[in-house]
């Protein structure tokens, strides 16, 4: 599952779909507590469970929409390029593809010496088939796998500790705390500044913690 996780997910991609479904935990710790004033762990449990199983399938095929959008992309721009008339208008193809990408970082004439480069490259390389794959699936399925994993310890006390209102606030206490630890990495991995990340990200947490308990949670 390791392997999965590491050859598919980026280190960026890992932390944000572990950022992404803590938060989503948090916010679905609330909203059921909310909706279910008076349910017991079993419904609570089965209905964040629920939501987080949703989130997870729902961005797994995100991921593989993706992935397929971006090779179909790549071979429409390969069409483009072949069937142009002349290298400027291939050239034009390309600075219109990347160029937004380019222009804060580059110069006119760097732009125009990576079109180069990408047209040289279009040239020898073969269409890509648009179509699925099965590494779109794995990668999809990591996505899904790293989102439950992350958000398995938030929904374990309601498994564990008997008080519906107890387990709520001990789940939140994790989540912040993961939303600490995930801060932490993510600050590492960018090479921003690790504890203001952290912090951040916690009080972002400590904010739907709060409202919640103030709406009546």
């Known amino acids: 599952m390791r392997q999965l996780i590491q050859r598919y997910l980026s280190p960026a991609d890992r932390l944000g779909e572990v ?11 609330g909203a059921v507590r909310l909706g279910r004033a008076e349910a017991d762990n079993r419904e609570l449990f089965i209905g964040i469970f629920g939501c987080n199983l949703a989130w997870a399938i729902v961005d797994g095929l995100m991921y593989i929409m993706s ?11 390969k069409r483009e390029v072949r069937s142009a008339k002349t290298e400027e208008a291939a050239l034009a193809c390309i600075g219109a593809e990347v160029d937004q990408r380019l222009e804060l970082l580059t110069t006119d004439d760097e732009r125009k010496q990576i079109h180069r480069w990408v047209l040289e490259i279009l040239r020898r390389d073969d269409a890509d088939d648009p179509h699925l794959r099965l590494e779109d699936v794995l990668g999809g399925a990591a996505v899904a796998v790293i989102i439950l994993l992350a958000t398995l310890p938030v929904i374990a006390p309601f498994l564990i500790v008997a008080n519906p209102n107890t387990a709520v ?3 939140n206490w994790i989540a912040l705390t993961e939303l600490f630890g995930v801060g932490l990495w993510w600050g590492r ?4 500044r690790p504890l203001r990340l952290a912090t951040g990200l916690t009080l972002v947490g400590v904010v739907m913690v709060v409202v919640t308990i103030l709406l009546g949670g």
């Open 67 to 77: 992935a397929m959008f971006e090779r179909g992309r790549k071979a429409r721009l």
């Open 19 to 29: 950022l992404f479904g803590l938060i989503m935990a948090l916010g679905f710790t």
């Open 189 to 192: 991995v960018v090479g921003a």
């Open 169 to 171: 606030r001990i789940s």
